[in-house]
């Protein structure tokens, strides 16, 4: 790869042969005044904002809760193209990132060097399903998170509706999570990003929050049902489920062998949110919902399918289809490094279920963004593949491309 400066564009050649690309993953690296600059005077001083602490700056929210690591651009990716090493947690500085990490325009010349022609965009900051601020104020959080979505309905827009952030939502509040997912959608947000373990908080007035397979969140899923905005379930979008990750390398481990074991079974986390929707009956009532499993990888998916299917038969407990085809009708789910078994496993999880992503500019991800087509998908047809690349994000996420 040839170096890239401040503003010249990539110089790889796309890998991709003229096919559309759609990378359901990737992130956005937020500029240190992206909350400061559109706050309302009373909230100016409490959104977050890069400080001084210590001689060191961070990330602070309500003027002296910690949140992120540091004050990175939690990128890999540096200005010369060069990748940091899997292993850390911060990414690099903020000074030193690839400015496509954070700014519109040289994002997308990286999309057009490599040849993609769209993306899909989470958050870094407040976290993936928006919990990294839950010990603030929920009046705090929920503007924090109404400033984030403004700040991303303009970066869709500066894009040349090229990237599509997924929007924030206050989960501990249904009837707010109801209003924001709307005011998303008429702001022309594709999808909604959420915690999937709300049972492990509380809500405003302090009360237990029930999990997802309550009544209680009937009227969130019929408005994303109604809406036909997907839910999008990423790996660590749970306090919990990043604990549990963090937790699993042994002490004695190096920062890389604890972040390749904890990581790992990070991807499998979405499967306890996966299988608990689908034995949960919400389906039934809302048949048309689409969930997305972001970054968790696809090997796992056609063992938890057959298991679930074998597990059902030894008991009385009754759904009105197979757990495996809630899986498939309902769920979508995405790749970047699988390559053995990925053909094999795309047909059992269903072609028109899978695609493909980058996580750029995480490390760990796909850098450059390439791929062998011919290799990588031997065994699928000239259709399917148009499906995982670009085809099925198109229609799960309804993009105007």
């Known amino acids: 790869m040839n170096a890239l400066t401040q503003t010249g564009p990539l110089s790889v050649k796309s890998s991709f042969g003229g ?73 690099i500085p903020f000074a030193e990132a690839l400015p496509a990490c954070f700014d519109a325009k040289a994002r997308v010349a990286v999309m057009d060097a490599c040849g993609v022609t769209a993306q899909i965009a989470y958050p870094n900051l407040l976290g993936f399903g928006s919990t990294s601020a839950n010990k603030v104020d929920p009046a705090i959080r929920a503007i924090s998170m109404q400033i984030y979505n403004d700040a991303m309905a303009e970066f869709q827009e500066e894009s040349g509706r090229r990237i599509f952030p997924m929007a924030l939502v206050p989960w501990w ?17 594709r999808g909604v990003t959420t915690n999937p373990e709300p049972f492990e908080h509380v809500d ?26 997907p839910v999008n379930f990423h790996i660590g979008a749970s306090a919990a489920s990043i604990d549990w990750g963090a937790s699993k390398g042994w002490p004695s481990a190096p920062p890389f062998v604890r972040t390749a074991v904890g990581g790992t079974l990070l991807f499998l986390s979405n499967a306890s949110t996966m299988g608990n929707i689908v034995f949960s009956g919400l389906l039934d009532r809302y048949p048309k919902l689409k969930f997305v499993s972001v970054e968790s990888g696809l090997g796992w998916i056609p063992f938890v399918m057959e298991t679930w299917d074998y597990q059902i038969t030894q ?22 490094y699988e390559r053995e078994n990925l053909c094999r496993d795309i047909k059992k ?53």
Request: with cysteine.
């Open 19 to 91: 096919r559309k690309v759609v990378d359901a993953d990737t992130h956005f690296s937020e500029p240190f005044d992206l909350w400061t600059k559109r706050a309302p005077s009373k909230y100016k001083a409490k959104v977050p904002q890069v400080v001084e602490v210590n001689g060191q700056l961070r990330w602070m929210i309500d003027e002296t809760h910690s949140i992120g690591y540091g004050a990175s651009s939690s990128s890999a990716i540096r200005k010369d193209g060069s990748r940091a090493e899997l292993g850390g947690t911060s990414g």
């Open 204 to 229: 405003a007035d302090g009360k237990p929050l029930p999990d997802l397979g309550h009544r209680h969140w009937d009227p969130f899923w019929e408005v994303c049902q109604s809406l036909d905005m």
């Open 315 to 336: 008991s009385s407990f009754k759904l009105q289809r197979a757990p495996s085809e809630y899986v498939r009708h309902n769920f979508h789910t995405m790749f970047w």
């Open 349 to 401: 999880v269903g072609v028109d279920n899978v695609m493909f992503e980058t996580d750029f500019p995480h490390p760990g991800g796909l850098w450059p963004i390439s791929i062998d087509v011919a290799s990588a998908f031997a065994g699928l047809e000239e259709a399917e593949i148009a499906k995982v690349l670009s085809g099925n994000a198109v229609r799960v996420y309804n993009l105007p491309i």
């Open 173 to 189: 509040d249904c009837k707010a999570m109801v209003e924001e997912t709307r005011r998303a959608h008429e702001m022309g947000l």
